[in-house]
């Protein structure tokens, strides 16, 4: 069977907190670990979208509209759905689900997710990731 769930693809959120929003799988499990017996994959995320801005903005006004929030977070693969994009250009380099544990770490993580997503919705990459999904 072929790999549908794959690093750098663009997911939607089914389930829990975060559900609608749109996401990428940082790191996969297909088989599972002990501590979670299936498969689940380390996505980064956006909790609040950027808000639409126009040319007739201000540079502080348009500073402040296109703040990102996300979120890391381990989660199944049944309430994860794949879509047919990929972001090729967002990559994580040191991120596991064991750094997600302390709370430092995450921070640290957290705050380096939100640079590197502001920096490709700044530069006009992946339009579509960073638009709400209207539903």
Known sequence: MRKIMKQNKIVIVLSGRYA???AIIVK???DGAQDKPFGHALVAGIDRYPRKVTKSMGK?????KSKIKPFLKVLNYNHLMPTRYTASEITFDKLSPK???DPAKRKAHRFQTRVKFESSYKEGKNKWFFQKLRF
């Not at 502080?60 to 402040?64: N, Q, R």
């Open 20 to 22: 609608g929003r749109k």
């Open 28 to 30: 996969t499990v297909d």
């Open 60 to 64: 502080t006004k348009l500073k402040k």
């Open 99 to 101: 750094d997600l544990k």
